[in-house]
């Protein structure tokens, strides 16, 4: 069967992606989530086809994560880390990226501090490009695996209220969960001290901003907590991980605005007691193991297609 | 050296005012008052065909790569690429390696320009040892040596009470002191201007507001000191105000912006365009707007091109870790051409107004004075091509666009140094034949 001409050859990001197009990503990732539970997904897939990751920021559940990706549909997976590569010898990064090239490599997993590293990656190499995060710019399997894990739990990915807490400015989490929610039609809220939060994020598209976070959670459906990094203090962003907590640590009482049942996200990993308080975590309402879970499936998905939209018509 | 007669040229000389169609004559180098329409014996004769003939054009602002960084671009490159764009005349920025903070450094550049044949040069010294912001230059014997002002270039000065001491001190030795006017500690890191567009890039971000409060201190301290202040590249349309305020006031300030602030917007970053990253960084349309209107009705006192040349390894590199800065000779004069100003007042510019604020001897079509001239095609339009930009550095933020106003020839000193391809081609068809 053809694949249709709307899938795209990188998956740099979410922005500029419509519903339509992403879509099919999430169906098929949900049709391999279901697989691997039962142990059963197609392992001939990705047969004969190479997937690097190349991670210049240390990262051990994406990683991992996308590593068992390709595991599972049998592509033969390389994982380059900063630690071992040449990267510390001063080679560029393109020079890398010519070397992997010339490797052949099917599909290029990049992680890199530096916002648009995989957008320059994806200029001069062959392979299709996926980007596992890139400085404060975008994570699109993030998203799509949050937009997973929330379809699931509602059937719908449309007339939701999602508040989106914390350091939002620094968070390429929260950038490609933005495009994406607000993409379907969903109503998007953030929430955060004005030195996490600049107001220039209103021009994202159809968000709400807040810097009380008890009226960003009143009536939400889904609470995102994001994860703050303790640079922040040291920048003088925020003062103390206790005050911080004091305004926006997600806590009972704070979660008890939001809608019964509302689902506790958290893109991980979790500084407890900091954004978010222990009991909230492990609560009944947090979704949060189900996140990972999704996210071999979405990066299953994401492997699939792109390779596929590589192959000859 | 034979007499050269310019006929048939519209004779634009924004100096006196005059725009006229003519002819004008170069004798010995240099500018003669042509007496009747008689032709000298042995004479050169150039018909113009109704082309501009303007004084070549001075540019204040100008980064070379040499020494230090001569694959960057060298004085004789960064020379061959001035001509094309028209430029006879140029004010060189002193963050090389070494810099110039030391007037045999002043010497050199003098003279590495002389030995071009095309171009002069004028140095700027560096304001403090290193352009570090630290220790103040020997700003008396660099001026001795020949420096045209000083300036730490790409760097602002950072401590107020340094800044004060450097423009008392400009002020006892009469020079100009320039300044890159942003604020260093909102600008550290930043590669875009705030805004949506910087947010939604993830990309480090300087608030436009850094420029005026850099501006708002030191025209404060200009007026304190008594002091002769330049702003280069102003970019915003608050610090415009500030200094359009001041002026009214009688403080001694001037300042110039370059091409991309009143061509381009942040929006031209695109998909992560390198040769976009500039310093400072490309604007909003509200600030790209109020560049424009700051031309217009004088508070700009001339423009720049503001030439910061890079080489492919500066560039291919995530955007906040390319080198910053574009190209900007040979593009100088077509988007200056299309600020939407009277022609005359376009020109002035990047001639009359830059050589008086200097006080250089150039930029004008005054008899007497040396023949450095620009005959161009107001109405020919050309594709700025990366890859193809005379000279060494090809990074230029305008890669791909069309601009009106080809330069034909380029004369120093009565002197062609510059002829445009087709008319190269013609007159070799016409030797052989």
Redesign the interface.
């Known amino acids: 069967m053809p694949e249709r001409p709307s899938v795209p050859r990188h998956l740099l990001g979410i ?1 500029g992606l419509s519903a339509e197009q992403l879509v099919p990503f999430l169906d098929l990732a949900e049709s391999y989530a279901l697989l691997s539970r039962s142990r059963s997904a197609p392992r001939d897939a990705l047969r004969g086809r190479t997937v690097i990751n190349l991670f210049y920021e240390d990262s051990t559940r994406t990683r991992t994560s996308f590593e068992l990706a390709g595991k599972r549909l049998g592509a033969d997976v390389i994982n380059m880390s900063v630690a071992t590569s040449s990267v510390n010898k001063g080679e ?3 020079d890398t990226a010519a070397t992997l090239n010339a490797m052949r490599c099917d599909l290029l997993v990049v992680r ?1 501090a ?4 995989p ?2 990656l994806s200029r001069k190499v062959e392979a299709s490009v996926v980007n596992a995060g ?5 994570h699109p399997t993030q998203a799509l695996l949050d937009a997973l894990t929330i379809r699931r739990h509602f059937g719908r990915l449309e007339g939701l209220t999602v508040a989106i807490c914390g350091d939002v ?1 620094h968070s ?1 989490v929260a ?1 490609s969960n933005i495009h994406l929610l607000t993409a379907f039609g969903n109503r998007v809220r953030l929430a955060g001290p004005p030195t996490l939060l ?1 107001g ?5 598209g159809n968000v709400e901003l807040y810097s009380d976070m008890d009226r960003a959670l009143e009536g939400a459906d889904v609470v995102m907590s994001l994860r703050l990094q303790k640079e922040r203090m040291g920048a003088g962003l925020v003062p103390s991980a206790r005050e911080y907590f004091h305004f926006f640590g997600l806590d009972r009482r704070r979660l008890a605005l939001a809608k019964p049942g509302a689902l506790v996200m958290h893109p991980g990993p979790m500084n407890r007691g900091v954004e978010i308080a222990s009991d909230v975590a492990d609560s009944d309402q947090s979704v949060i193991s189900e996140q990972v879970e999704m996210g071999v499936a979405v990066r299953m998905a994401v492997l699939d297609r792109l390779s596929r939209a590589r192959m000859p018509a | 050296m034979s007499d050269i007669v310019f006929e048939n040229v519209r004779l634009i000389d924004p100096a006196s005012g005059r725009d006229e169609t003519g002819r004008l004559v170069v004798r010995q180098g240099r500018i003669v008052a042509c007496e009747d329409g008689s032709v000298p014996e042995g004479a050169r004769v150039i018909d113009g065909a109704g082309a501009v003939l303007c004084p070549g054009l001075v540019d204040m602002r100008v980064a070379l790569g040499e020494p230090g960084s001569e694959y960057r671009e060298s004085v004789s490159s960064g020379a061959r690429a001035a001509v094309a764009g028209g430029i006879t005349t140029m004010a060189v920025l002193p963050n090389t390696s070494p810099p110039i903070d030391n007037p045999a450094l002043v010497h050199l550049l003098r003279v590495r320009g002389e030995e071009t044949g095309m171009v002069s040069i004028h140095p700027y010294g560096a304001l403090t040892r290193g352009c570090e912001g630290g220790e103040m230059a020997e700003l008396g014997l660099l001026q001795n040596a020949g420096a045209v002002a000083f300036t730490d270039g790409t760097r602002a000065i950072s401590d107020a009470k340094q800044m004060r001491n450097l423009l008392s001190y400009s002020r006892f030795i009469d020079a100009i002191v320039v300044q890159h006017p942003e604020e260093p500690s909102l600008a550290k890191g930043a590669c875009a201007t ?10 480090p971000s300087v608030p436009a507001e850094a420029e005026a409060i850099m501006i708002a201190r030191d025209l404060r301290l200009t007026a304190m000191t008594g002091a002769r202040l330049h702003f280069a590249h102003v970019s915003t349309a608050e610090g415009l105000d500030l200094i359009r305020e001041a002026k009214s006031r009688g403080i001694r300030v001037t300042c110039d912006t370059a091409p991309p602030y009143f061509a381009m917007t942040e929006d031209d970053i695109g ?2 365009r390198t040769y976009a990253k500039l310093s400072p960084p490309l604007r909003n349309e509200a600030d790209r707007k109020a560049v424009c209107a700051a031309l217009a009705d004088g508070t700009i006192d001339a423009v720049a091109s503001d030439h910061a040349p890079a080489d492919a ?1 500066d560039k ?6 390319a080198r910053a800065g574009g190209t900007g000779l040979v593009t100088l004069l077509g988007v200056t051409l299309g600020a939407g100003l009277p022609l005359i007042d376009a020109l002035r510019l990047v001639t009359s107004a830059p050589a008086a604020l200097l006080g250089l001897k150039a930029g004008t079509l005054a008899v007497g004075s040396d023949a450095d001239l620009c005959l161009f095609d107001p109405e020919d339009s050309w594709t700025v091509v990366a890859g193809n930009l005379p000279g060494r550095a090809q990074n230029t933020p305008f890669d791909g666009k069309d601009l009106k106003g080809r330069v034909l020839r380029t004369f120093k000193r009565g002197v062609e140094v510059f002829t445009a391809d087709e008319l190269a081609g013609d007159e070799r068809a016409g030797a052989a034949s």
């Open positions: 922005e560029t990064l393109l890199h530096q916002s648009g590293a957008a320059l890139d400085g404060t710019h975008e400015g390429r950038r600049p220039a994020m209103a021009g994202l | 705030a805004g949506a567009r910087a947010v939604r890039m993830g990309l998909d992560f390894d291919r590199l995530p955007f906040a870790q």
